[in-house]
């Protein structure tokens, strides 16, 4: 299996402009989570889906932040507009939850930086 | 209160030595553990889940867990400058299967 599967890798964009990351999960798990890290604050969850349905959004920080899973083998993060706070690591880990010691799987990740 | 609380460290310890990291939890619903290993600028890996009280060993490394005290820990026996990488500690909220990390601990080890 190739495991979680984000792009892109880096993400430069300027202040005001549309941001969309992508993660493909491994197929046959049935969670899927967006994690973001930064020095300050660490690994915060800011969203998770069971079977492609949003459970819960309350990490997302604003309005801006926005997710879906259309199907199960993709989901998107979309920040619009981004701003310089922005500027984090963002992982997608996948899950096949329930299962003897399941953990998550987590993508390589997406280093986004606005300017 | 953070609700998974570790040391940031850096632990320092000589090769072939045991490291010992260790992890607080608040959330008394919590029943499942995981610890993780993150080299710098990669993503986090698994190493070990533990859901009973008591010791749960895997190769060099043993997890620990009091619910009681609301603890675990990490020991990584006969250590290698290869594992020197941060760990991470995780806790899973209630029966939720959302993972609250803690801040990780960066384990330093010396040739």
């Known amino acids: 299996d190739a495991g979680v599967i984000q792009s892109p890798r880096h993400e430069v964009t300027e202040m005001g402009q549309e941001v969309t990351l992508r993660c493909k999960p491994i197929?046959?798990?049935?969670?899927l989570f967006w994690y973001r890290q930064t020095m300050m604050r660490g690994l915060e969850l800011l969203i998770y889906?069971?079977?492609?349905?949003?459970?819960?959004d309350s990490g997302m920080p604003e309005d801006r932040f926005s997710a879906k899973m259309p199907n199960a083998s993709f989901s998107t993060l979309k920040i619009q507009p981004s701003e310089p706070r922005d500027s984090a690591v963002y992982f997608c880990?996948?899950?096949?939850?329930?299962?003897?010691?399941?953990?998550?799987?987590f993508g390589s990740g997406t280093r986004l930086t606005v300017v | 209160q953070k609700e998974v609380e570790q040391n940031s460290g850096p632990l320092s310890v000589p090769e072939g030595a045991i490291a010992s990291l260790n992890c607080t939890y608040s959330?008394?619903?919590?029943?499942?553990f995981f610890w993780y290993r993150q080299y710098s600028g990669k993503s986090p890996e698994l190493i070990m889940s533990i859901y009973s009280n008591g010791d749960k060993e895997d190769g060099r490394f043993t997890a620990q867990l009091n619910k009681a005290s609301q603890y675990v820990s990490l020991l990584i026996r006969d250590s290698q400058p290869s594992d020197s990488a941060t760990y991470l500690c995780a806790a899973e909220r209630g029966s939720s299967y959302k993972l609250i990390f803690g801040s990780g601990t960066r384990l330093l080890v010396r040739p």
């Open positions: 959330d008394r619903g919590s029943q499942s």
């Open positions: 197929s046959g798990h049935d969670y």
């Open positions: 880990a996948s899950s096949l939850v329930g299962t003897p010691g399941y953990g998550y799987t």
């Open positions: 889906f069971n079977n492609n349905v949003p459970i819960d």
